[in-house]
C-alpha cells in the first residue's frame, strides 16, 4: 500500500492551498484517513480525518481554516487550507488505516511567507 501526497508548495500569508492524496494498493481501502503535519523542531500534530463514510473531525486549532475531503471512490483525500499563516508552514503527511495498519504518505511541503 503507498500513499502519495501532492499539492504543496510556497504561498503568502491568506492564501489558499489543496493538498491532495491518493492510496494505490489497498484490497480492502482505508477505513479512515486524514493529515497531519510536522514543522521544523517540532511533534507531529494531528490536523483532521475523515471516515470511509465521510464523516470529519477537526484539531480545534484548524477548524475553519481547513476542510478535509474524500472522494466517492474512497481512494483519494484531500485538505483544502484557506487563508495560510506563516505558523501553517510545516511538511504535510497523509495517513489511512484499514482497520488494523496505519499508513503514511511521504509528505508535502507547504511554506507560507510573504
Known amino acids: 500500500v503507498q500513499l502519495q501526497a501532492s499539492g504543496g508548495g510556497q504561498v503568502h500569508p491568506g492564501g489558499s492551498l489543496r493538498l491532495s492524496c491518493v492510496v494505490s494498493g489497498s484490497i480492502f481501502g482505508m477505513v479512515h484517513m486524514g493529515w497531519f503535519r510536522q514543522a521544523p523542531g517540532k511533534q507531529r500534530d494531528l490536523l483532521a480525518g475523515?471516515?470511509?463514510?465521510?464523516?470529519?473531525n477537526y484539531a480545534e486549532s484548524v477548524k475553519g481554516r481547513f476542510t478535509i475531503s474524500r472522494d466517492n471512490a474512497g481512494d483519494k483525500v484531500y485538505l483544502q487550507i484557506d487563508n495560510l499563516k506563516p505558523e501553517d508552514t510545516a511538511v504535510y503527511y497523509c495517513?489511512?488505516?484499514?482497520?488494523?495498519?496505519?499508513?503514511w504518505g511521504q509528505g508535502t511541503q507547504v511554506t507560507v511567507s510573504s
Open positions: 475523515i471516515s470511509r463514510g465521510g464523516i470529519p
Open positions: 495517513y489511512g488505516s484499514d482497520g488494523s495498519v496505519h499508513y
